[in-house]
């Protein structure tokens, strides 16, 4: 169970989703890919993968799409709830980032699907899907035709680059505040200093 601020120590989320990472988020733009462009799914595959799998041949229209990288806002909203964690009270952290997607086309139609790619992403219908986890289209790259040579061969390949943005947020265990003393001191000359106690209810 994660610490809290009555148990001190690092704070984890009490929840760790959301928002969607890892696979799970690759697989919302290979989803997407596959309905805007209407490649099969065995077709569009992770960018990145532990296990290499053969590349198909020169002659087949494929796809490989990954997050390249999230940049997060500089400061996110911090909010207490004191009514949350059974009375106790927690905070919400909420952050918005901008996710950068790296798509890229392979095959003789490499340049014509990604140009469906970019089409598909200015109507509202096609972005449908993503919208319940929080994701909103933001900007693009131009399309790029960077030619890879493999096994002595050269494939047709164009990459396209998106941002997405999102807002999420995340809960921790920072409970309500019930009895505080200190001391307060001030600029004066000389400075003075008033302990105060605020007792518990």
């Known amino acids: 169970m994660p610490n809290t601020s009555a148990s001190g120590g690092y704070l984890a989320p009490s929840v760790l989703t959301p928002p969607e990472e890892d696979a799970e988020l690759d697989a919302l733009f290979q989803g997407l890919t596959v309905g805007i462009t209407g490649l099969a799914g065995a077709f569009v595959r992770p960018r990145w993968q532990t296990v290499v799998p053969k590349t198909p041949e020169r002659d087949v229209n494929w796809a490989a799409v990954g997050v390249r990288s999230q940049k997060a806002d500089a400061g996110p909203a911090i909010k207490h709830n004191p009514t949350a964690g059974g009375g106790l009270g927690t905070d919400t952290v909420q952050r918005h980032e901008l996710v950068e997607v790296a798509f890229s086309f392979y095959g003789p139609n490499g340049q014509r699907y990604a ?73 004066g000359v000389p400075p003075l200093e008033r302990t105060f106690t605020v007792p518990a209810p």
Not at 157 to 186: C, M, P, S
């Open 115 to 187: 140009a469906v790619m970019r089409d598909g992403l200015s109507l509202p219908q096609n972005l449908e899907a993503i919208r319940p986890y929080g994701l909103r289209y933001r900007d693009q790259l131009p399309i790029v035709s960077v030619p890879e040579q493999i096994n002595n061969l050269w494939f047709r390949r164009y990459d396209y680059t998106v941002f997405f943005a999102r807002g999420f947020t995340r809960t921790y265990g920072i409970e309500n505040l019930v009895a505080a003393e200190g001391v307060i001191v001030t600029d």
